[in-house]
T-cell receptor
Framework: QEKVQQSPESLIVPEGAMSSLNCTFSNSASQSIWWYQQHPGKGPEALI?????GNKKEGRLTVYLNRASLHVSLHIRDSQPSDSAVYLCAVTNNAGAKLTFGGGTRLTVRP | AQTIHQWPVAEIKAVGSPLSLGCTIKGKSSPNLYWYWQATGGTLQQLFY??????VESVVQLNLSASRPKDDQFILSTEKLLLSHSGFYLC???????????FGPGTRLTVL
């Protein structure tokens, strides 16, 4: 059974700083890795995904994947108070049919 | 555009009472549908998934059941609620070039 662990559990950064979130997973054959953002009382919203080793950049977001070390990270450049939310790492198999989520990182960006 | 609706928005129920939560998806035919549960402060867990009408697979046993009565509808239910059923229930489907999973707005369930 796939296991997904995220660190840190909580992260506080000042406005304008880089936020760095980490995720490890247990199965190197997992398909895509997704990062979701969840605000209180809302469903998660997908931010960015990665399948191949290396990095992928979209706007202020950069994600790095290393399948050999079973590690993926999300970096948010120029963090804003509106980025404050819980960030969930999720690993898929079977073409997205099964998603296994990590416990999340609560990001707080101080103005 | 595809949209996912869930009802009710929130429920407060007594232990031992029955429960029925609904999910409807619009704008997509023959969708894969999923139920997730998230305890307060807990990890999002996939409970059930359905590929087609009348077919439901269980992923995690929580003394809940699910049914797919129509192509666009997914129902989560139980005859007797437990305190441990409290939490946030989310319906999801996936579409798009990257098979991104989209979530509904969720139902907040409080069992007293």
């Amino acid at each position: 059974q796939e296991k997904v662990q995220q660190s840190p559990e909580s992260l506080i950064v000042p406005e304008g700083a880089m936020s760095s979130l980490n995720c490890t997973f247990s199965n190197s054959a997992s398909q895509s890795i997704w990062w979701y953002q969840q605000h209180p009382g809302k469903g998660p919203e997908a931010l960015i995904s990665i399948f191949s080793n290396g990095n992928k950049k979209e706007g202020r977001l950069t994600v790095y994947l290393n399948r050999a070390s079973l590690h993926v990270s999300l970096h948010i450049r120029d963090s804003q108070p509106s980025d404050s939310a819980v960030y969930l790492c999720a690993v898929t198999n079977n073409a997205g049919a099964k998603l296994t989520f990590g416990g999340g990182t609560r990001l707080t960006v101080r103005p | 555009a595809q949209t996912i609706h869930q009802w009710p928005v929130a429920e407060i129920k007594a232990v031992g009472s029955p429960l029925s939560l609904g999910c409807t998806i619009k704008g997509k035919s023959s969708p894969n549908l999923y139920w997730y549960w998230q305890a307060t402060g807990g990890t999002l867990q996939q409970l059930f998934y359905s590929i087609t009408v009348g077919q439901v697979e269980s992923v995690v046993q929580l003394n809940l059941s699910a049914s797919r009565p129509k192509d666009d509808q997914f129902i989560l239910s139980t005859e007797k609620l437990l305190l441990s059923h409290s939490g946030f229930y989310l319906c999801a489907s996936f579409w798009g070039a990257y098979a991104e999973q989209f979530f509904g707005p969720g139902t907040r369930l409080t069992v007293l």
